[in-house]
């Protein structure tokens, strides 16, 4: 099945400061979605990004299917946006795999 | 909507006994995804159904556990008999198929059982 890894694994911000987080995978995809794990272990969609560029709010993401990654940013964090972000893709046969998450901590 | 719900959201039950995870899925969704969380071993696919049918149950770790859709409303996922290696935080997630692919929307995730098997 497809592989797929995320980086940084883990991430320590000061409030305010910007990041990228990467998701790449080992094949073509058709279907690929952010996550954001909160502390009270909630998955809650942040984007459906199998192509393209997409906004909202503070973050955007961005999927560049045919060189095999998505980046997600997170501008001006605050300490709510501490959890887990998970990237999940599908390929073929359409299946949701996830990768390891990165785990992201916002001080204040 | 009411979203994804799943019940219980905790179990607490011994070695040995059967238990049953619930899930009902969004409304109108007729895929179903099952996973498994653990600190070790992340977010596993445990098995997915599109139409009620099972698509993929490659993900089930061991006999002992099964998974059922008799109807697009409701899914089980039972471990029968449970030991304390399955203590885990079980999801259940749904999402709208149109292309007969079993996803290719948005997905949405329920709130999880967060098993313990003493």
């Known amino acids: 099945g497809i592989q797929v890894e995320q980086s940084p694994p883990d991430l320590i911000l000061q409030e305010g400061a910007n990041s990228t987080l990467r998701c790449n995978f080992s094949?073509?995809?058709?279907?690929l979605q952010w996550f954001h794990q909160n502390p009270w272990g909630q998955l809650i969609n942040l984007f459906y990004i199998p192509s393209g560029t997409k906004q909202n709010g503070r973050l955007s993401a961005t999927t560049v299917a045919t060189e095999r990654y998505s980046l997600l940013y997170i501008s001006s964090s605050q300490t709510t946006d501490s959890g887990v972000y998970f990237c999940?893709?599908?390929?073929?046969?359409?299946?949701?795999?996830f990768g390891a998450g990165t785990r992201l901590t916002v001080k204040p | 909507d009411a979203g994804v719900i799943q019940s219980p959201r905790h179990e607490v039950t011994e070695m040995g006994q059967e238990v049953t995870l619930r899930c009902k899925p969004i409304s109108g969704h007729n895929s179903l995804f099952w996973y498994r969380q653990t600190m070790m071993r992340g977010l596993e696919l445990l098995i997915y159904f599109n139409n009620n049918v099972p698509i993929d149950d490659s993900g089930m770790p061991e006999d002992r556990f099964s998974a059922k859709m008799p109807n697009a409303s409701f899914s089980t996922l039972k471990i029968q008999p449970s030991e304390p290696r399955d203590s885990a935080v079980y999801f259940c997630?749904?999402?709208?198929?149109?292309?007969?692919?079993?996803?290719?929307?948005?997905?949405?995730f329920g709130q999880g059982t967060r098993l313990t098997v003493v």
């Open positions: 094949d073509s995809v058709n279907n």
């Open positions: 999940a893709v599908g390929g073929n046969n359409n299946d949701m795999r």
């Open positions: 997630a749904s999402s709208l198929d149109s292309l007969g692919q079993a996803w290719d929307t948005e997905a949405f």
